[in-house]
């Protein structure tokens, strides 16, 4: 519960704007390649900044590879029929779909890198003592699902001729 209470202001800050963006995206409308590329990226550069503040980089990064893995693989099998994103080039526009996914992958990226966070910061003699922290690795690898799945989105993209 302390952790909540001492939690700064700003990381609620965050929290609201990825509720913001996540429901805006709830509905279909046109976009510019740079709104579809922005949020995936401040995703993978948090998650990035998370990994390297680990002391066991090692373990971060096997979760991250596995769970891109997984997130890349749910995309493409969703995504290959009808992508969330589509390119008309006879009126150059972006449009994206509505859907709930990036929502719930803002969410689950957020709360999964809070609790990363968090944990390092519990005593050592209350944590049990395995070599890998298993909340650290769940966590990355929840992280690195949601964020494969996001770039699986850009990935899939539809460009019409």
């Given at each position: 519960m302390n952790i909540l209470l001492y939690t700064p202001l700003w990381v609620w800050v965050i929290l609201f704007v990825l509720c913001v963006l996540g429901i805006k995206q709830c509905k279909t409308h046109t976009v510019s390649l740079i709104q579809i590329l922005i949020a995936p990226v401040i995703s993978a550069?948090?998650?990035?900044?998370v990994i390297f503040s680990y002391i066991q980089v090692g373990q971060s990064i096997a979760g991250l590879l596995v769970g891109l893995g997984i997130g890349m693989g749910f995309g493409v099998v969703k995504w290959h029929k009808k992508p969330l994103i589509e390119y008309n080039a006879d009126t150059q526009q972006w449009q994206r779909y509505g859907s709930i996914i990036p929502l719930i992958?803002?969410?689950?990226?957020?709360?999964?890198?809070y609790i990363s966070i968090a944990v390092q910061y519990i005593p050592q003699e209350q944590l049990v003592h395995f070599y890998v922290n298993p909340v650290v690795v769940s966590a990355d690898i929840i992280t690195s699902v949601f964020i494969g799945v996001l770039l699986a989105m850009i990935f899939m993209m539809k460009v019409h001729k």
């Open positions: 550069l948090l998650f990035v900044f992958s803002y969410l689950c990226i957020f709360i999964c890198n």
